[in-house]
């Protein structure tokens, strides 16, 4: 498939969270009456990755006051995370995909080395995960493809696509105020 523009539709994709089997797309989008944001990462064992969780976990009433809902797409086994995540205590969904099934649906290609993978964003982010954040992440298992590199995308209950972003650098996802200002 080719990439993904505004205006396409996303594919009605099934998919395991790490505590659920065979869920689509579209069954999920339907729990909202709001636009829905699937954002793809690298794997949970990533520091920056675990660091993004964090952020969208401590500021979710800003997604959820729109009305929308996001999911987060990883590389990550559904049994290696539910032993790492306590069911219930994200707000939002992982969808694992670790044979990158999705990912390659949509063509969210890879970078071609670490360096194409960072920029100054990068650098910040991880600067704030240092800086900022109470909780010690340490690095976890690698998993799928390591220079994956992130993407978003903002779909309508019929899965019309209103937003599509293939970031460049790992460091280069929307922020919860960006999403939520993109699921209005």
Same mark, same amino acid.
């Given at each position: 498939?080719?990439?993904?523009n505004?205006?396409d539709?996303?594919?009605? $994709? /099934?998919?395991? /969270?790490p505590?659920?089997?065979?869920?689509?797309?579209?069954?999920?989008?339907?729990?909202?009456?709001?636009k829905?944001a699937?954002?793809?990462l %690298?794997?949970?064992? +990533?520091?920056? +990755?675990?660091?993004?969780?964090?952020v969208?976990?401590?500021e979710? *009433?800003?997604?959820?006051?729109?009305?929308?809902?996001?999911?987060v797409?990883?590389?990550? #086994?559904?049994?290696? @995370?539910a032993?790492?995540?306590e069911?219930?205590k994200?707000?939002?969904? $992982?969808?694992?995909d670790?044979?990158?099934?999705?990912?390659?649906?949509l #063509?969210?290609k890879?970078?071609?080395?670490?360096?194409?993978? %960072? #920029?100054?964003?990068t650098? #910040?982010?991880?600067?704030?995960?240092?800086?900022?954040?109470?909780?010690?992440y340490?690095h976890?298992e690698y *998993?799928?493809n390591e220079?994956? @590199?992130?993407?978003t995308?903002?779909?309508?209950?019929d @899965?019309?696509?209103?937003y599509?972003g293939?970031?460049?650098t $790992?460091?280069d996802?929307?922020s919860p105020?960006?999403?939520?200002?993109?699921l209005?």
């Amino acid at each position: 498939m080719a990439r993904l523009n505004v205006g396409d539709k996303m594919p009605d $994709i /099934t998919f395991s /969270t790490p505590y659920e089997q065979g869920r689509t797309l579209s069954e999920t989008v339907s729990r909202v009456k709001g636009k829905t944001a699937l954002v793809f990462l %690298r794997y949970y064992g +990533c520091t920056l +990755c675990q660091y993004n969780i964090h952020v969208f976990m401590t500021e979710h *009433e800003k997604i959820a006051a729109t009305g929308g809902q996001m999911l987060v797409v990883l590389q990550s #086994d559904p049994g290696k @995370l539910a032993a790492q995540v306590e069911k219930g205590k994200l707000p939002f969904d $992982i969808i694992c995909d670790p044979e990158q099934a999705i990912y390659k649906l949509l #063509d969210i290609k890879p970078a071609g080395s670490k360096e194409e993978m %960072r #920029d100054g964003t990068t650098a #910040d982010k991880i600067a704030a995960l240092k800086a900022k954040v109470p909780v010690e992440y340490t690095h976890g298992e690698y *998993e799928g493809n390591e220079f994956q @590199l992130p993407a978003t995308f903002v779909v309508e209950p019929d @899965l019309t696509v209103t937003y599509a972003g293939y970031h460049k650098t $790992i460091g280069d996802t929307p922020s919860p105020d960006e999403l939520a200002a993109l699921l209005k």
